[in-house]
């Protein structure tokens, strides 16, 4: 645990996503901490929260380790909204290839948003949160079933189970 050398600042809010992927791409856990300050929180596509620096780290080393090594990310879009000199909120839309759980074949592309809380301290912006979302094409919300989380559209929904349809 400790400190984890960055080489260089992210002198820009905007330059956070893309130095996430490039990161990401290189399969560096690192240089993906490196990103977030000590006590940052960053929730996965499946909700897990990690709570400091080193948990993230080592919960994306232990991914690229055993399903992410050899994938790719690139970003279609990205928005910076500042809050302040200080602070801003980062959006980033990501695609997702080369995805391979151990022993399988590579799976299909995915595709997602990723949210940055950044803040710039000493010249330097480091994300404090992170949240991480798949998207799943043509769902609208998640149902939860025997079988788990199933996506789904509201207009495939039936009318007895939206809540003050009549």
């Known amino acids: 645990m400790g400190h984890v050398h960055q080489p260089e600042p992210t002198h820009a809010a905007e330059d956070i996503a893309q130095r996430f992927v490039t990161a990401w791409n290189s399969a560096d856990a690192d240089a993906l901490a490196s990103l977030f300050t000590e006590d940052a929180d960053f929730v996965n ?59 399988e074949t590579v799976t299909a592309p995915r595709s997602g948003v990723i949210s940055f809380v950044v803040h710039q301290q000493n010249g330097e912006w480091l994300a404090v949160a992170a949240q991480n979302t798949d998207r799943v094409s043509g769902a609208e919300t998640l149902i939860a079933g025997e079988h788990g989380m199933q996506p789904a559209a509201y207009q495939t929904l039936g009318a007895h189970n939206v809540r003050g349809a009549k």
């Open 45 to 103: 596509v499946v909700g897990l929260w990690w709570s400091s620096r080193d948990r993230i780290r080592s919960a994306h080393e232990y991914g690229f380790r055993r399903i992410f090594g050899d994938s790719e990310m690139t970003l279609t879009r990205t928005t910076v909204r500042r809050l302040s000199e200080q602070i801003a909120v980062v959006h980033a839309a990501w695609n997702l290839t080369g995805q391979t759980p151990l022993g």
